[in-house]
């Protein structure tokens, strides 16, 4: 799942993925700011994983950022 915000013709994405393969693995939240650095965040549980990723957009969207249409 990709999520990228906007702000004053600026960039930044967020990617929501499966980390490995198979059963028993976890996930991985890897937010790329807009200089292109990045940082990565590990999850073993889905509901923490949906509660962080629900937090940076909130924090996202009350910063200025936004969605593009």
């Known amino acids: 799942m990709l ?3 906007e702000r004053a013709g600026r960039q930044m994405r ?3 993925r499966r980390e490995g393969a ?3 693995t976890g996930y ?3 937010v790329t700011n807009e200089d292109g ?3 990565m965040e590990r999850f073993d549980e889905t509901t923490d ?3 962080r990723s629900m937090d940076l957009q ?3 969207l009350e910063s ?3 969605q593009p249409k």
């Open 3 to 5: 999520w990228i915000f």
């Open 14 to 16: 967020c990617e929501i």
């Open 22 to 24: 198979g059963e028993g």
């Open 28 to 30: 991985e939240m890897i």
């Open 37 to 39: 650095s990045q940082r």
């Open 49 to 51: 994983l949906i509660k």
């Open 58 to 60: 909130r924090d996202l």
């Open 64 to 66: 200025g950022w936004r």
